[in-house]
């Protein structure tokens, strides 16, 4: 048995989930590894079976989608009830290079354990950054400037795409929230660690992977296509929790924010500007009433 288990979701998308499995099993350190599974209908199992039989890999189908937030939830909290020292968690589209768990370890040691999480550089498949994963960099992060030097700059919030943590901080802050669905569950989470818990986070520079989305873009309500704009509701919900959690500065971020994108759906949609913000609105106050509790991993059991 590793003492560190990589956590990967996954709904419908098996081919680019046996891509991010050969890489990891080809790596310089090779985690154990638990495939949490939203009830694909896409054949996933049938494909994963060799490696099912093989002991290659840890296989749990949760029966129904819980979105990619109860994917993680589901098998966090697994792996930090199974005994292992470390999660390293992704999505199924993460593609790691050979050396990118063993460059998180390094940095733990560096670190000497003590930090909340520590987040890949995730690039496009060209080999520029992947926009959707970049990090937000604490301000004054020059208290640790001394790490600089091993690639390591302090963060405030990272994504799912390659994000390594103590089971420990686990167990300490609590799971991801899986009534988040889907849209911002790991910025409440990594935010949670790193900026309300005060626990020291970074980004490490020397450890990075592809993130293979279709396309490098970021997330415009005022712009994406039309048959995406119910997924917005989950973005304007969330994000009203999340903001809310950190005080009125917090607050005061989400509103303006949402007041930018009413202006941008007014201004640059080419469609259903109704539409666009009545999401908009309707989360605002509805998000209000939006307050689900953090599951603690003690608590629960399987």
């Known amino acids: 048995m590793s003492n560190v288990e990589a956590v990967i ?15 990891i099993l080809h ?12 009830h694909s209908t896409d054949g996933t199992m049938e494909v994963l079976r060799p490696y099912i039989e093989t002991k290659a890999i840890l296989y749990f189908d949760t029966g129904e989608n819980l979105g990619g937030a109860g994917g993680f939830n589901y098998g966090m909290k697994q792996a930090a009830m199974s005994g292992y020292e470390y999660l390293w968690v992704m999505d199924d589209d993460c593609l790691a290079e050979p050396e990118t768990l063993e460059k998180l370890l390094e940095a733990d040691k560096v670190l000497e354990g003590k930090y909340g999480w520590l987040s890949s550089v995730a690039l496009w498949t060209d080999g520029n950054e992947c926009k959707m994963n970049r990090q937000k960099l604490k301000k004054s992060f020059y208290e640790y400037s001394p790490y600089m030097k091993y690639g390591l700059v302090q963060a405030e919030q990272a994504t799912f795409v390659s994000l390594f943590l103590r089971t420990e901080t686990v167990k300490r802050f609590g799971l991801p929230i899986k009534e988040f669905f889907i849209w911002g569950d790991d910025i409440e989470y990594t935010r949670r660690i790193a900026v309300r818990g005060g626990c020291p986070s970074f980004v490490a520079g020397q450890s990075r992977v592809i993130h293979a989305m279709k396309e490098n873009g970021g997330s415009n309500i005022a712009t994406d296509n039309a048959e995406r704009l119910d997924r917005y509701n989950y973005a304007f919900r969330n994000e009203n929790y999340l903001y809310r959690k950190e005080g009125i500065k917090g607050f005061g971020y989400y509103f303006a924010k949402c007041g930018k994108n009413l202006l941008c759906c007014i201004l640059q949609a080419k469609d259903h500007r109704i539409k666009r913000c009545w999401i908009i609105v309707k989360q605002m106050v509805m998000g209000l009433l939006f307050n689900p509790q953090i599951e603690c991993v003690d608590a629960v059991g399987f």
């Open 9 to 23: 979701v996954t709904y419908n998308r098996k081919d680019l989930l046996c891509q991010c499995i050969e890489r």
């Open 27 to 38: 790596g310089t350190v090779v985690p154990d590894i638990l495939v949490i599974d939203n």
